[in-house]
């Protein structure tokens, strides 16, 4: 009877978190739980906990330059711009590091 409206507001609930972010987002996620929420709030809400908006890739470049003090492609020999997850607060990048050349100071 009621799962209609269920699936209602979870994809409201769903798009209102995603926009809003961070915190609204950590609050989707903790009512994607089986025992928190009706089973179609569950299954909507449970994607943002891997699967979230992710962060633009110029912000997370514009990042790293800055704080390590190179281009990526100095440092890095791939960097998959697509995140293989993302959650409320971080998300996961494949990147191979290439090899470093350390000199021994005596």
Known sequence: MW???HEQAADKIYFMC???????LKIAQLLAKPDMAPAAWVKKLVTLCDQAPATPFDAIQLVLEKELGKSIGEIFETFDEKPLGSASIAHVLQILVETLQLSKHD
């Not at 995603?18 to 609204?24: A, E, N, R, T, V």
């Open 3 to 5: 799962e209609r409206q």
């Open 18 to 24: 995603s926009d809003l972010g961070g915190f609204f």
